[in-house]
């Protein structure tokens, strides 16, 4: 079946922009992950969802960071006024609710901020 | 906050030779995972370890978690091309089912 997928695969934004980054995880998994990777770095976990809730958003930076998964499958994360730190690898992953450090990892965003 | 760490951060052999990365956390752990990343790929799940002295095998790979369950380790027999990668290990982070993950140890193999 499908995996999770994400768009876009890359995205390159000037200092100060906003950003929407997509997260569409597999079908049925009730549970989602934002992770955020830099280069030689395990993956830094910043918001978990179950179902439409954000359960966990411990992660997140600071409010310029921002997720929502309205309808309990789809998610985006949004970045408001982008800085140069924040260029990284964007993950995203989902699992089932029985199985839930089991997770499904999709093939990320890679925002570059110039 | 909890950490995860990992040694050796690189390692580099011949193919044919054996590998083995470590996994230290600062907290016990009800639980523990294993991934691999591919290079420019994404992390793949590859083992789930629950029980305190664990052992559990994949064909070549074998991974135990500590009695402790503090630690854990992965060892690879006779090493492949495939086997490139970096492996991940990663520990509940408390109180949800986020996962902390160690920073990973990149393997490479000589063919």
């Known amino acids: 079946g499908a995996g999770v997928s994400q768009t876009p695969s890359n995205k390159v934004t000037e200092k100060g922009k906003y950003v929407e980054l997509r997260c569409d995880p597999i079908?049925?998994?009730?549970?989602l992950y934002w992770y955020r990777q830099s280069l030689g770095q395990g993956p830094e976990f910043l918001i978990y969802?179950?179902?439409?809730?954000?359960?966990?958003d411990s992660g997140l930076p600071n409010d310029r960071f921002f997720a929502v998964r309205p309808e309990g499958s789809v998610s985006t994360l949004k970045i408001q006024r982008t800085e140069r730190g924040d260029s990284a690898v964007y993950l995203c992953a989902s699992s089932a609710y029985l199985a839930p450090y089991e997770q499904y990892f999709g093939p990320g965003t890679r925002l570059t901020v110039t | 906050g909890q950490q995860v760490m990992q040694i050796p951060q690189y390692q580099h052999v011949q193919e044919g030779e054996d590998f083995t990365t470590y996994c230290n956390s600062s907290?016990?752990?009800?639980?523990i995972q294993w991934y691999k990343q591919r290079p420019g790929g994404h992390p793949v799940f590859l083992i789930q370890l629950v029980k305190s002295g664990e052992v559990k095998k994949q064909k070549r790979l074998t991974f135990q978690f500590g009695e402790a369950k503090k630690n854990s380790s992965l060892h690879i027999t006779a090493t492949q091309t495939t086997d490139v990668g970096t492996y991940f290990c990663a520990g509940p982070g408390g109180g949800s089912e986020k996962l902390v993950f160690g920073k990973g140890t990149k393997l490479t193999v000589n063919p």
């Open positions: 079908s049925g998994h009730t549970a």
């Open positions: 907290t016990t752990l009800s639980n």
């Open positions: 969802f179950q179902g439409t809730g954000a359960a966990d």
